[in-house]
């Protein structure tokens, strides 16, 4: 028994045993939190001053960084397809393809990872140091659930103003891609505008406005789940807040799979 816990295999094992351990315990206490999430809004017992407080970061404080990395990302596409699609004697399908890029993927996506960065990780870092610091043990005593009052509002925020954050990055990533197409390919405006609008479809729009609020809602639940289930000190709350990080990304890549795998498969 002495020699196998010396073994490699021995040890690789315990690490996957503890690995999947902690998985499903996180995964259980994602879908525990959900729950009551969703009961509380299915009888309407949602705080609207602080959905609206949390709203505010949703929607305006992570709009900067949105726009950036959208704004960004979508002029350096336009910047390497506009010219070769020109070269093709193609240029005037560039507005119609970045539409379908920005619309089905990119301002989606990336607003989302902004958000994570931004607004995910600072929730899970706000509640994990009130969890530490007995805030929430105190809330429990003075009857006051926290799953009502942190992680509810922060919850109806993400799923409705996320296409917010959507809608306004999308328009914004469509404007930088036109302006890059006309320097670099030489295409009038009027062309890519002509162009945008046979690439803009009404199915595709409200699909990446659901995926949107899908994204919204998850991002906000792991990261207030994360920081509401961490015990210990400071060190615990960098790890939630990490941990919060990592879980939202792999969430919005599966959401994004399923999204893809059902409307476009």
Not at 153 to 178: I, K, Q, S
Request: hydrophobic share 55%; aromatic share 12%; charged share 15%.
């Amino acid at each position: 028994m002495f020699e196998l816990e010396k073994t490699l295999t021995y040890r690789a094992f315990l690490l996957l045993l503890g690995l999947s351990r902690e998985f499903l315990i996180t995964l259980g206490n994602i879908g525990r939190d959900f729950s009551h999430v969703l009961a509380y809004i299915l009888s309407l017992k949602i705080n609207v001053r602080e959905t609206i407080e949390q709203a505010k970061r949703f929607a305006f404080d992570s709009l900067p960084i949105s726009l950036t990395i959208v704004g960004m990302t979508s002029a350096i596409i336009a910047m390497q397809l506009a010219p070769e699609l020109a070269k093709q004697g193609a240029a005037d399908y560039t507005g119609m393809l970045s539409a379908i890029v920005m619309i089905r993927e990119l301002a989606v996506v990336m607003s989302g990872f902004a958000i994570i960065s931004m607004v995910g990780s600072s929730f899970a870092s706000e509640i994990a140091s009130m969890s530490v610091t007995q805030q929430i043990n105190a809330m429990k005593v003075l009857k006051v659930d926290p799953v009502e009052y942190l992680i509810v509002p922060r919850f109806a925020a993400g799923v409705l103003f996320m296409p917010v954050v959507f809608v306004v990055a999308a328009t914004f990533g469509l404007f930088c891609a036109g302006l890059v197409s006309h320097y670099c390919a030489d295409l009038s405006i009027l062309n890519y505008i002509t162009s945008l609008w046979r690439g803009l479809v009404v199915k595709d729009i409200m699909i990446a406005i659901l995926k949107s609020s899908f994204f919204g809602g998850t991002i906000a639940l792991i990261s207030c789940s994360m920081g509401f289930s961490t015990r210990g000190g400071a060190k615990e709350v960098g790890i939630a807040t990490t941990k919060a990080v990592v879980w939202s990304f792999l969430a919005i890549a599966i959401w994004d799979f399923i999204f893809a795998s059902i409307f476009y498969l």
